[in-house]
């Protein structure tokens, strides 16, 4: 239920149980962390886009299935309810070195929003929704939630997300941050894959450090935080810097964007 294409250096990953609205099973995360561990193994992956299977993007977990998994654990010999429960939570949002952009393409609720907020950003089809229902089916979230989602949206909206259950429709969505862009449903995946390809032309070792500083540090507006990202760059540049690759990689972007321009 997890299917893959690979479009050059970038790898779309799909969530492909439509019949439930992609709603995840045990299996389904374990398939989706393979599915995102192989491509971030393989160096001719850029990139991800990861989306789901219309009508939704996802719709959750399969409480249903979560069930009979923690039952299945706590019966078997030596079980820990406590245990399996967090384990396959953790499993929605697994660390990864490749950028991966969520193409939100209809509602990402609950834990599909938690899979969405593990991205690094997201991309909406006009269609997409969001909502937290934690509350309202009497669960607390543990895929991130009430760390990433005030992140991007401050703590008010967070609040206001997931005390109320209401669902957010993507033009809101874009105004209060939790996503990028909005565009018609059928751009959705060209315009996924033309910023995953941007990300493709740059160099994988600078794309994954940007991305590890910015995991330390984005959180943090302290004094301390600017003196830290000068001395990661410091070091960054004392050991990689070459100055006349920098010259020519400069020149290129420059002369692209200005062609770009006109």
Same mark, same amino acid.
């Given at each position: 239920m997890i299917a893959t294409e690979r479009h050059g250096p970038v790898a779309l990953v799909?969530?492909?149980?439509?019949?439930?609205?992609? $709603? @995840?099973?045990? /299996?389904?995360?374990?398939?989706?962390?393979? $599915? @995102?561990?192989? /491509?971030d193994a393989d160096p001719d992956v850029a990139a991800v886009v990861l989306t789901g299977r219309d009508p939704a993007f996802c719709a959750g977990l399969d409480l249903k299935d979560l069930a009979r998994t923690y039952q299945d654990v706590a019966g078997s010999p030596g079980g820990d309810r406590g245990a399996e429960g967090p384990?396959?939570?953790?499993?929605?949002?697994?660390?990864?070195?490749?950028p991966r952009i969520g193409a939100v393409n209809g509602p990402a609720v609950t834990g599909g929003l938690e899979l969405?907020?593990?991205c690094d950003f997201l991309i909406a089809s006009e269609r997409a929704t969001f909502a937290d229902t934690h509350a309202r089916v009497g669960v607390m979230p543990a895929g991130g939630m009430t760390i990433r989602l005030p992140q991007l949206i401050g703590v008010n909206r967070a609040r206001q997300m997931s005390l109320?259950?209401?669902?957010?429709?993507?033009?809101?969505?874009?105004?209060?941050?939790?996503?990028?862009?909005?565009?018609?449903?059928?751009?959705?995946l060209p315009r996924s894959l033309e910023l995953a390809g941007a990300i493709a032309e740059s160099d994988p070792a600078a794309v994954a450090e940007l991305r590890a500083m910015?995991?330390?540090?984005?959180h943090r507006g302290d004094e301390e935080s600017y003196r830290d990202e000068a001395r990661w760059s410091r070091r960054w540049m004392t050991e990689?810097?070459?100055?006349?690759?920098?010259?020519?990689?400069r020149d290129g972007i420059i002369e692209r964007g200005s062609t770009q321009q006109g």
């Open positions: 799909v969530l492909d149980r439509p019949e439930a609205r992609n $709603a @995840l099973t045990a /299996a389904m995360i374990g398939s989706l962390a393979t $599915a @995102l561990a192989d /491509a384990r396959i939570r953790r499993g929605l949002t697994p660390d990864t070195t490749k969405a907020l593990g109320t259950g209401n669902f957010v429709d993507a033009a809101t969505a874009c105004a209060w941050g939790l996503v990028n862009e909005v565009v018609p449903h059928g751009e959705l910015y995991e330390a540090l984005a990689r810097f070459d100055a006349a690759a920098f010259e020519t990689r």
